[in-house]
């Protein structure tokens, strides 16, 4: 899904693919929140995850290859590798003239990952 999302203009309808995927990029972070018990509409634990994320995401991943037993270290090293592709699906489509985005998990999440960067 990585090398689709930067690849758009191989898409005759690229705000269409934009859009089913980043559905199915915000269902899957939808359902890794869920095991990680995240709630979306804390901004704090968002941040935190965030920061997480930009700072560990290599570590987290390779914790989950040492530990394939624990579904807590898999759903955040999914969830961490999700991030990564949400942030380049929004900049290709935004680089196309599209504006890609998803419900209150994405907009969160993307948020807190922006601010974490210093890009708001």
């Known amino acids: 899904m990585a090398e689709e999302s930067i690849a758009l203009e191989t898409h005759v309808n690229v705000a269409g693919f934009c859009e089913q995927q980043s559905k199915d990029i915000e269902h899957e972070i939808e359902r890794m929140g869920i095991v990680l018990g995240i709630n979306w509409d804390d901004e ?5 995850l ?3 994320a930009l700072e560990h995401a290599q570590k987290a991943i390779s914790d989950y290859e040492h530990a394939h037993r624990d579904y807590q270290k898999q759903a955040k090293a999914t969830l961490f590798a999700l991030a990564a592709m949400m942030m380049d699906m929004m900049a290709a489509s ?9 419900g209150n998990a994405w907009k969160a999440f993307s948020k807190a990952l922006m ?4 890009i708001i």
């Not at 704090?44 to 935190?48: G, M």
């Not at 935004?94 to 998803?102: C, N, P």
């Not at 601010?115 to 210093?118: L, R």
């Open 44 to 48: 704090s634990q968002v941040q935190s």
């Open 50 to 52: 965030a920061k997480e």
């Open 94 to 102: 935004a680089d196309k003239g599209i504006h890609t985005h998803g």
């Open 115 to 118: 601010k974490e960067k210093g």
